[in-house]
């Protein structure tokens, strides 16, 4: 420390007050969350650059997608850890896809060690997730009471380790199936909120043709992440503030939803705007639909 002072030449109070004028003007500026599976192919080949570009961005937490070998990017639950607290980055939550339940107590403290707080099943596990390549659409084999069987022994697990386990939707779960059911529906009404709760993806939401709000006024405090999408006029993933949703009228509900965190995510970039560009473009829209605001 006093090298430091002696090389810029401060005294000891103005450089304290410099140093902590600097990290109040740092935790303003950043905000939000970021989904790595945005940038899933920049990742897999510069992991650390792609990273410290997400902090320069100005976002504050993230979201892992990349689970293998209990590695997280290729690196250990610790190391992948230090390496986010070193670019002022937290991890919040992680999709584990390929969790079961034989590996899910290995897959639970491997999430736990790299200090995540949500395990996220993405989709139904198991080999449960089908998809439709010819007409891009995604299902679910099996019935809800099997997907719901699955998600209260792994929730029950997560909680045991200080986890919390989430469900996120895509746009197959709302809508009534060949059996009348609306598996989202279901999963809510036979879930304790105590071991098992969701996220809630914006952009399939609305592609379902449903009213988020409807789910927050019907279901209170069961969404504590959201994933944030825009929709462009072509139905089309879209940076944030380039699409037609309402982000602003959903925001107003965040108390009565349980958001506790949100997550930037874009699956696919088109018109060659690249997945880099598309989260700054995101950034600045959250920032002028207040997400800015949310007390986190």
């Known amino acids: 420390m006093l090298r430091l002072f002696k090389t810029f030449k401060l005294t000891p109070i103005i450089f304290i007050f410099q140093f902590v004028v600097s990290m109040g003007l740092n935790a303003q500026s950043s905000f939000g969350g970021l989904a790595l599976y945005t940038l899933r192919d920049e990742l897999s080949v510069q992991l650390e650059q792609t990273l410290k570009q997400v902090s320069e961005e100005g976002y504050a937490y993230v979201e892992a997608a990349s689970y293998k070998d209990r590695k997280f990017y290729g690196l250990s639950p610790k190391d992948f850890k230090s390496l986010l607290v070193s670019l002022n980055l937290k991890g919040i939550s992680t999709h584990q896809g390929g969790v079961t339940l034989d590996n899910a107590d290995q897959m639970i403290a491997d999430v736990k060690a790299a200090g995540f707080t949500y395990f996220v099943v993405p989709v139904p596990p198991m080999g449960m997730f089908t998809y439709d390549r010819e007409t891009m659409t995604m299902g679910m084999k099996g019935t809800a009471k099997e997907l719901l069987d699955i998600l209260n022994v792994l929730g029950k ?65 069961r969404f504590l992440i959201w994933h944030v999408k825009d929709m462009d006029d072509k139905g089309r993933f879209a940076p944030v503030g380039e699409g037609k949703i309402n982000f602003k009228r959903i925001l107003a509900q965040k108390e009565r939803s349980g958001m506790k965190y949100y997550m930037v995510e874009q699956d696919m970039t088109f018109d060659g705007l690249k997945p880099l560009e598309a989260i700054k473009i995101s950034h600045k829209g959250l920032k002028a639909f207040g997400f800015d605001r949310v007390q986190e």
């Open 157 to 221: 697990k997560c909680h045991a380790a200080g986890l919390q386990l989430l469900y996120h939707n895509h746009d197959f779960e709302l809508i009534r199936n060949e059996n009348n059911v609306i598996i989202l529906d279901y999963l809510l009404e036979n879930t304790d909120p105590k071991y098992v709760n969701f996220q809630m993806d914006l952009f399939w939401v609305s592609k379902a043709g449903v009213d988020p709000i409807d789910y927050f006024n019907k279901y209170p405090g």
